[in-house]
């Protein structure tokens, strides 16, 4: 081993922590008698690096226990991160999201083309938006999404790339649609019935009524309502 080399290491006294470093002084025939030592207080340095290494953590697991799904593009629109949720959804390895576009990991180009144009309005205007997505998947079926993009701004307040959320609201929509197609069979099975049916909301005003109802009453749909 080379003794002429410096030795640095650790030491804590007390609640200080040094950084040590020796430095051999060899003599003209090579043999080391003396050291140069430098001792740096690092305490308050490995005390930031600490409060660094925790917030990081924290933030990371916040990020990726997220049931959204979260990424964000650099100003070209490629990927710089993306949460768990985010590959769970597409099915997407992290290392095949980094450093490619919607474009290249897949995704439909007219899809590709709504996007880019919503990440134009988002950098032109430096404003979040709020938008719906339509995709179809493998399987035949049709997947919703409500996605956000918002811009990011370095520590000047200059837009440097792009912060998405993404949520499934496959689930919302299909139940809405169904809630109409109720609603629609409801009314046309009403329309015809020899009774007169009169159907009231919360407030007792009048949401629906059929033809006989009216009839009944001897007053217009208007005038009903």
Known sequence: KDTTLPIRFEDEVGDILYNNTFYPIPDPSGRIEQFIVINHDITESRRAQEALRINVERYELIYNSSRDGIFSLNMDGYFTSANRSFCKEFKFDLSYIIGHTFKEVGLPVYL???LDNFKKQVLET?????FELTLPVQDGNIRY???????????KENIVGLGGSLRNITKRKETNQALLETEKRFRYLV????????????????????PRALELFGVTKDQFA
């Open 112 to 114: 590709c083309d709504e």
């Open 126 to 130: 430096n404003n979040s938006i709020i």
């Open 145 to 155: 999404y409500e996605l956000i993009l918002n811009p990011l701004h370095d520590e």
């Open 191 to 210: 329309k015809d019935m020899p009774v007169g049916v009169i159907l009231y909301g919360p407030e007792s005003e009048v949401i629906m009524s059929n």
